[in-house]
Nanobody, 124 residues
Framework: VQLQAFGGGLVQAGGSLRLSCIAS????????MGWFRQAPRKDREFVAG????????KYTDSVKGRFTISRDNAESSVYLQMNSLQPEDTAIYYC??????????????????WGQGTEVTVSS
């Protein structure tokens, strides 16, 4: 499956962005989808994940209550709505697909396919 992420940009602290990721090449609903991010000089980290149906989600603690992951299987898309953005959210954001349909994993190594990343910069 091929993944293309977009929607990043420059935003002031307190602002919002919506990231999108479009998949092609396989049955989108067969995959758990995740968003990861990599800040400068830091390791890539799990941000949010959603199971095949959208009925279950998981978030890292630092984004709970601010970010919302969703998916539209008919559009082969996954989204990350990011509100109340802070400078520490500055990173390159990646979408990823995990062939294990039901279990949302925060482990980078469990994801089989990755998008190219979209950059988010939050100014203070």
């Amino acid at each position: 499956v091929q993944l293309q992420a977009f929607g990043g940009g420059l935003v002031q602290a307190g602002g919002s962005l919506r990231l999108s990721c479009i998949a092609s090449g396989d049955t989108f609903s067969s995959y758990v989808m995740g968003w990861f991010r990599q800040a400068p000089r830091k390791d890539r980290e799990f941000v949010a994940g959603i199971n095949w149906s959208g009925g279950a989600t998981k978030y890292t603690d630092s984004v709970k209550g601010r970010f919302t992951i969703s998916r539209d299987n008919a559009e082969s898309s996954v989204y990350l709505q990011m509100n109340s953005l802070q400078p520490e959210d500055t990173a390159i954001y990646y979408c990823a697909a995990d062939r294990r349909k039901y279990t949302i994993s925060p482990m980078e190594s469990n994801y089989d396919y990755w998008g190219q990343g979209t950059e988010v910069t939050v100014s203070s």
